[in-house]
Nanobody, 122 residues
């Protein structure tokens, strides 16, 4: 199995930046598709960004495209989400997740971290 722990969340002003990290354990980390998801109060969990096992293919939600960058370091068993130009609507609990096959929806992911809060003030 894969265990995931997010870090790097916090409070930031609109227009600011944050870098989220997700540290993973598990011998087969490099074979997993990794994704970042978020859930705001009263809303469904939504996909933010996805990266394949090699890092050569990425997906971004339209709402974050051009502002967020997902990356991974398989040697360190870590996936990152660099967030810039943050907006109040980015406020949510952010989760990293791992899937055995490519997917863009939360239901397609097998392992989840506990989440980290990101709050963007106006």
């Amino acid at each position: 199995q894969v265990q995931l722990v997010e870090s790097g969340g916090g409070l930031v002003q609109a227009g600011g930046s944050l870098r989220l990290s997700c540290a993973a354990s598990g011998r087969t980390f490099s074979s997993y598709v990794m994704g970042w998801f978020r859930q705001a109060p009263g809303k469904e969990r939504e996909s933010v960004a996805v990266i394949n096992w090699s890092g050569g293919s990425t997906y971004y939600a339209d709402s974050v495209k051009g502002r967020f960058t997902i990356s991974r370091d398989n040697a360190k068993k870590t996936v990152y989400l660099q967030m810039s130009g943050l907006k109040p609507e980015d406020t949510a609990v952010y989760y990293c997740a791992a899937a055995k096959a490519y997917g863009r929806e939360p239901r397609e992911y097998d392992y989840w971290g506990q989440g980290t809060q990101v709050t963007v003030s106006s």
